[in-house]
Each structure stands twice: as C-alpha cells, then as structure tokens.
C-alpha cells in the first residue's frame, strides 16, 4: 500500500518519557498530542514535544518500524533520537511551518 505515512516519538522533556506512534498525517497527529486530545498515554504524560520521525511509503513498513522501536530499550531510543536531535528540539514547528501551518498551541 502506497501511501506517506510516519513512526514518531513524542516526548514531554529532555529525556523525559517517550511515546512512539505511528501515523499517516503527522502535522495533524502532533498537533491532537499538543492539544490533548489523544486519550490515553500521551494524554496523561503530556507527551507534546515532537523529538523524532522517520518516513515511510509504506504503511505496512512503518507499522513493523513502529513495533521494532517500541521493543526497543530506552537507552537505545534516546540515542536514535540523540543522532540527529541532540538538543531535543521540538520539531513540530519547523515541519508544520513548512505545510504553511499555524504553529501556536494554547498551553
């Protein structure tokens, strides 16, 4: 199946607690975890700082992605997210300001 689809990590803090998701709209699934509106997990940690994505074109692949991260220790997510975010940036205002996206959350 053909399609633009994303696994994701949220997070609250600086290696704080990880949430790994996976979805097809990620402007869209960033911006229900800022909001709260994602019931559950990420709702009660308040999982709402974009820190890690990869894309796929495949839902399938990035559902077996998603799965493989998830039995991932911590250690070796905090280093994946590290390589290429050492900061820990958010990086959902630089991706949604791309799509043209108003960026501001009222938290």
């Known amino acids: 199946m053909e399609r633009d689809c994303f696994v994701y990590i949220v997070t609250n803090r600086l290696r704080g607690t990880l949430y790994v998701g996976v979805t097809n ?12 509106l994602v019931p559950g997990f990420t709702q009660k940690y308040r999982l709402r700082r974009l820190v890690y994505f990869e894309h796929f074109s495949d839902f399938g692949h990035a559902i077996e992605r998603e799965k493989r991260l998830k039995r991932w220790r911590r250690d070796w997510k905090l280093t994946l997210i590290e ?11 630089r991706i949604a300001h791309s799509e043209g996206v108003d960026t501001h959350v009222p938290y």
């Open 25 to 36: 709209n990620l402007i869209r699934r960033v911006w229900e975890h800022r909001l709260g």
């Open 83 to 93: 390589k290429d975010n050492p900061q820990w940036q958010d990086l959902y205002p």
